[in-house]
């Protein structure tokens, strides 16, 4: 891994951190507050139906591997809040593993999971924003025949360009901005090639 890697595709997991990962509940807790910002327990357990009770427990989970932390600037004595710690990766080494294949698949499905969910829930909602938002948001999908490397080109080029923007970005705070999620999938599809 070059070491420009991780600024732009995200710091990788540790084994530890994928295992604190490693439920459904949790995943959807952590994607909420990179999202929608900090939140209490309260408010994530309102929005995924538990009790805060169990939000806070898997909340304390995620916050014992480094993946979130006390929002200080909004706790106050009575509320904790808490938010997401930067972007993270999922690597080869870990989904690959024995040990750590079955909590990557966990964690990779429930993020397909989720990502069918918001995309379901734009095209529900679309029509409540503005023509701007509508006509700026994109769903596209193109077929290309590349070699590995050329992929690899690819994924580098447009990470580039998303991780331009983030110095670029706008405070939450002002009227005409709205946060943007980013999902790029770059996948082989058919099959496998037959193997040796």
Known sequence: MADDEPARRGTPLTSRQLKALGHPLRVQLLEMLHERGSAT????????????????YHLRQLAS???????????TGRDRYWKAVGGWSLERDLMDADATRATADVVL???????????????????RWPAAWQDAAV???ARLNLTADQL???????????EGFRGEQADLADDDVARITVVIDLLPSGDPPAEP
Do not use: N
Not at 41 to 56: C, F, I, K, N, P
Not at 65 to 75: C, K, L, T
């Open 139 to 141: 769903e596209s999908v």
């Open 152 to 162: 690899r080109d690819l994924s580098d080029r447009l990470l580039e360009v998303v």
């Open 41 to 56: 327990a309260t408010m994530l357990g309102e929005r995924v139906g538990e009790s805060s009770g169990t939000t806070s």
């Open 109 to 127: 499905d429930e993020l397909t999971r989720l990502r069918l969910e918001r995309t379901t829930r734009w095209h529900r909602d679309r029509s």
């Open 65 to 75: 591997a480094g993946m979130i932390v006390d929002d200080e600037e909004r706790s």
